[in-house]
């Protein structure tokens, strides 16, 4: 019964939604409504679960002393600090000199700005050291790279401008993006639907069963 | 002692790396020397659509970014706004995104402001839910079944300009401004199943993926990163705003990358001879 009645559900649930999808009769779109419903309050829960994930890990961290246990604290007080205030004061997303707008806009958002600008200097220094053009791939790839950051900014005209328009790094640049990279693309989600339809098909059948975990 | 040179400059310590971009990103901040920005077609399609509407048209525009994507779409965000009403476009808003509900609150608030727009009037904000997916989807069928009340709590039938909108085919168009990977959902959803016309605006990093779907049609417009941000200032006429100026940064840093890049490769190269002779 442990597995039979999940994979009912499943069953029931999967072809329900690939049959409403066709059918737009009012008690199907009705019963649709209501499973988009539910999907949405089963999410709520899963906030829940990520946040006692969270915390049973942290504290584990702290228990035993792992490395980096000091940072697991920091989580933590954040993670009580944030909430406390959150619950505390009805208004606190609306109260732009409250004390949760100033940790927003003061620590949070300063913090996590920081963190993406920084990709900004990995990507230098990475470029520099394993940018190369070892193979006719890897130098297809360079080049591609390099018209296209040149194409995207005025550097790219301001070098080829007295070139015919074709030749020019902007029109180069948009080529590339319009045609291979969007032909690669295509081709990767075309081979991405087929494999999902496949797989969400074998799950609704129950050929499927990793999901239901238990082992092999 | 050729090869010598080479190999150091393959072994560059890589704070001087760090150094040379953090000085070309900051310098032409403070020099604010205005670069020209050309203007692409898939931007251009966004502009032309927004300002082909009647005015009271109601569109959508969804913004889902946080502080870490705001240097990029922020701008972008204020500019699709500031098109939309000086147009006298009404707009509704979500924040799928837990992270960048206050940013996207705060960008809305203040552009409306600048034009005098009233709340519930000219605009609403619905905010935030769980599940981005289930929320595209259940707005496809009434925007109330996700956001029965707005960000401020009140109750959207009580909004006079939610008087007859029910779902996106009310609405004219969704310019969706997206940093995270539910882009997918309004392409999947608000597209593909309720075929709401739909413009993306999102991260260059992302930017290549979704040319593939502006070739197929299933979105009208799409507008990359600050670039895109960039272009769309200048359409709407406003060349001096924050993208067009920060595009200086972004040139001058591009071309510091592609020397770096040519530096490394003639140092592995000359390496590899001496290596190999």
């Known amino acids: ?216 | 002692m050729y090869g010598g040179f080479w190999q150091k400059v393959a072994d560059l310590d890589r704070r001087w790396i760090y150094l040379v971009i953090g000085l070309a990103t900051f310098i032409p901040v403070l020099t604010y020397i205005r670069v020209p920005v050309s203007i692409t077609s898939e931007v251009s399609a966004v502009y032309d659509k927004l300002d082909s509407l009647p005015r009271g048209t109601v569109v959508m525009v969804p913004m889902e970014f946080g502080p870490s994507t705001m240097a990029e779409l922020q701008p972008m965000a204020t500019a699709v706004l500031r098109h939309c009403f000086s147009r006298d476009l009404k707009v509704i808003s979500t924040a799928l995104q837990i992270e960048g509900v206050i940013l996207v609150e705060q960008v809305l608030r203040e552009t409306a402001m600048e034009y005098s727009k009233n709340y519930g009037v000219d605009y609403v904000f619905l905010g935030y839910k769980p599940s981005p997916d289930m929320v595209i989807l259940n707005m496809g069928e009434n925007f109330r079944n996700s956001f029965p009340r707005d960000y401020y709590g009140i109750e959207l039938d009580s909004l006079s300009m939610m008087n007859g909108i029910s779902n996106y085919s009310n609405t004219a168009c969704i310019v969706n401004i997206n940093a995270t990977s539910g882009v997918d959902y309004w392409i999947n959803y608000a597209n593909g199943r309720y075929g709401a016309d739909l413009a993306l605006g999102v991260t260059a990093v992302i930017a290549t993926d979704y040319y593939a779907f502006l070739h197929s049609g299933q979105i009208f417009g799409l507008m990359g990163g600050l670039k895109g941000a960039a272009e769309y200032e200048r359409l709407i006429g406003r060349p001096r705003d924050i993208a067009n100026r920060a595009m200086t940064s972004v040139s001058v840093a591009h071309v510091f990358i592609i020397l770096f890049i040519i530096i490394g490769n003639a140092a592995f190269f000359a390496n590899r001879r001496k290596d190999r002779s």
Request: charged fraction near 10%.
């Open chain 1, 1 to 216: 019964m442990r597995r039979e009645v999940p994979l009912t559900i499943v069953f029931i649930c999967g072809a329900f939604m690939a049959f409403q999808y066709f059918v737009p009769h009012y008690a199907s779109a009705t019963v649709y409504e209501y499973a988009l419903n539910w999907t949405t309050i089963i999410s709520i829960f899963t906030l829940a679960v990520g946040i006692g994930s969270l915390v049973n890990l942290h504290s584990d961290r702290i228990a035993r002393r792992k490395p980096t246990w000091r940072y697991s604290i920091v989580t933590l007080a954040a993670l009580a600090f944030m909430t406390i205030l959150g619950v505390s004061s009805p208004d606190a997303l609306s109260n732009p000199t409250g004390l949760f707008m100033k940790v927003y806009f003061y620590i949070l958002s300063p913090v996590q700005a920081t963190m993406f600008a920084l990709l900004a200097f990995f990507i230098a220094s990475a470029a520099y050291r394993a940018f190369r053009a070892k193979t006719l791939l890897a130098t297809l790839l360079l080049l591609s790279a390099v018209i296209v950051m040149l194409g995207r900014v005025w550097v790219g005209d301001m070098l080829t401008g007295w070139l015919p328009e074709g030749l020019r790094f902007s029109y180069v640049a948009n080529y590339i993006l319009d045609f291979p990279n969007t032909a690669a693309k295509q081709a990767i989600y075309i081979g991405v639907g087929l494999g999902v339809a496949g797989t969400t098909l074998k799950i609704i059948l129950g050929i499927e069963r990793t999901w239901l975990g238990g082992g092999k």
